[in-house]
């Protein structure tokens, strides 16, 4: 489907559509508590991931669930408290 012709149109010397996307981006950004988190489109469910990370309990094991129904075990919850942290950085410097 086409695009409105307004949407192309200079305002500011930046596009209308540019100013959607940036008012977008801040909409996105004020929904969590971190840049990072709204990246990802499912930040409250990335925020509940890492916090079951940070409470991590070694004699507890959880399947999460993806949204096409899979299921994937946590081999994260399988691992020492160091290398959470190790893969909590991953997930925040690398973007989606």
């Known amino acids: 489907m086409p695009q ?19 008012l977008k981006r801040i909409t996105r950004n004020q929904e969590f508590n971190s840049a990072a988190k709204a990246k990802f489109r ?12 940070e409470d991590f309990n070694s004699n507890k094991s959880t399947l999460n669930a993806k949204i096409d129904g899979m ?11 160091n290398q ?6 991953y997930i925040f410097n690398h973007r989606v």
């Open 4 to 22: 409105p012709t307004w949407l192309n149109q200079v305002f500011n010397g930046t596009t209308i559509m540019d100013h959607v996307r940036e």
């Open 42 to 53: 499912g930040g409250m469910l990335v925020n509940e991931f890492l916090q079951n990370m």
């Open 71 to 81: 299921c994937m075990s946590p081999t994260i919850g399988q691992m020492q408290k």
């Open 84 to 89: 959470s942290e190790q893969i909590r950085g």
